[in-house]
């Protein structure tokens, strides 16, 4: 069957465009929409509000904390912090769209934009990979594509464990450092570690610290999340999320930049369903205004190695330093307004 538009992948940014566009449209994923967390699912509100998604809230938090140390230091936030509901945030955004769903695993790619997977072979006008950090659809026209992704790795499990605020914890894992951290989610608390560049057997380390808070660790998730910048066009496909290597380094944030980029890219494709401009044309605006935001992955990049490499000293200085009731503002409207609400395509009303 042809469809206007395939999507691999539907998760943050596969739903996220799916919501968005008008068409013959076929999502394909391994697993039932809401199904296969691996995230911690933690937002600035705004974003979830864009894209009609705050019932799907489950707590906000206004403050968070990093502790190096012995030293706690509390960051108060302009803007809220949410947790929110995996399952039902992909079925609200899944539900404001007007797309086809295909349970099935993408194992390659055809001439003629067929798209093959272990239920057959499917074709689409346009692609768009959406898949994760593998890039399903990407890797199937370049096989450097996932060669050459940079990746972090973290899991977590949820305990529980109540509180208000987000905590961060830096500590030393050999020559270099590990982050846990706790987000609040209701009456339980998401609490995971997470070791810059590449994986590292965290998981005890992770129940060292559960015991320390008299907590045993549950059922765990997470894996690798990728902290470098990649293509967001190859040949004629459109690569958006992780599969474009759209998550921050240094903070990890990637679900911001997964909606941003997801509607950027749904109001291009639409465009082009529209006869309003061409592919080429298409193509490439969405990678102009994607490498546009290179310099600040980079600079983030850059603080990502400052912290698993500097002494721990100057690691509660800098963090001490950046704590300043007049820096701090500052310093948090430069990294919110990377990708801020008022940059964000306004999404269609269904």
Not at 86 to 109: D, I, M, N, P
Not at 158 to 176: C, N, T
Not at 203 to 223: K, N, P, Q
């Amino acid at each position: 069957m042809d469809y206007d538009v395939i999507i691999a992948g539907a998760s943050f940014a596969g739903l996220t465009v799916a919501s968005q566009l008008q068409g013959k449209v076929l999502v394909i994923d391994k697993k039932p929409i809401g199904v296969g967390q691996t995230s911690t699912c933690c937002t600035l509100e705004w974003v979830l509000k864009r894209i009609n998604c705050l019932d799907t809230v489950v707590q906000s938090m206004s403050q968070f904390v990093i502790h190096t140390g012995p030293r706690a230091i509390t960051y108060p936030l302009p803007s809220s912090f949410c947790t929110f509901d995996y399952a039902h945030l992909c079925k609200r955004l899944w539900a404001q769209s007007q797309a086809t769903f295909l349970k099935a695993k993408v194992l390659g790619l055809r001439k003629g934009n067929r798209v093959v997977t272990d239920q057959g072979e499917v074709s689409g006008t346009y692609l768009i990979d959406c898949s994760g950090w593998r890039g399903v659809l990407a890797s199937a026209l370049d096989s450097t594509f996932a060669q050459t992704t940079r990746l972090n790795y973290g899991i977590e499990c949820e305990v529980p464990y109540q509180s208000d605020h987000i905590h961060f914890y830096l500590r030393p894992a050999g020559k270099k450092r590990e982050i846990i951290w706790v987000f609040p989610y209701g009456d339980r608390s998401r609490i995971g570690i997470g070791h810059y560049t590449g994986y590292a057997p965290v998981r005890s380390r992770l129940i060292d610290f559960l015991v320390e808070h008299g907590l045993s660790i549950t059922r765990v998730h997470g894996g690798y999340f990728p902290y470098g910048f990649k293509p967001p066009v190859v040949g004629s496909v459109f690569v958006v999320g992780d599969a474009g290597g759209q998550c921050f380094p240094f903070t990890g944030e990637g679900i911001r930049n997964s909606v941003y980029f997801g509607l950027l890219c749904a109001a291009i494709v639409q465009r082009i369903l529209h006869g309003e401009i061409s592919l080429t044309e298409g193509l490439r605006t969405y990678q102009r205004v994607v490498q546009e935001y290179q310099r600040t992955f980079w600079l983030l990049h850059s603080l990502q190695r400052l912290l698993i490499t500097l002494p721990e000293a100057w690691v509660r200085w800098l963090f001490g330093w950046g704590s300043h009731p007049r820096l701090f503002p500052l310093l948090w409207r430069a990294y919110e307004t990377v990708i801020s609400d008022r940059w964000l395509p306004v999404p269609h009303n269904r």
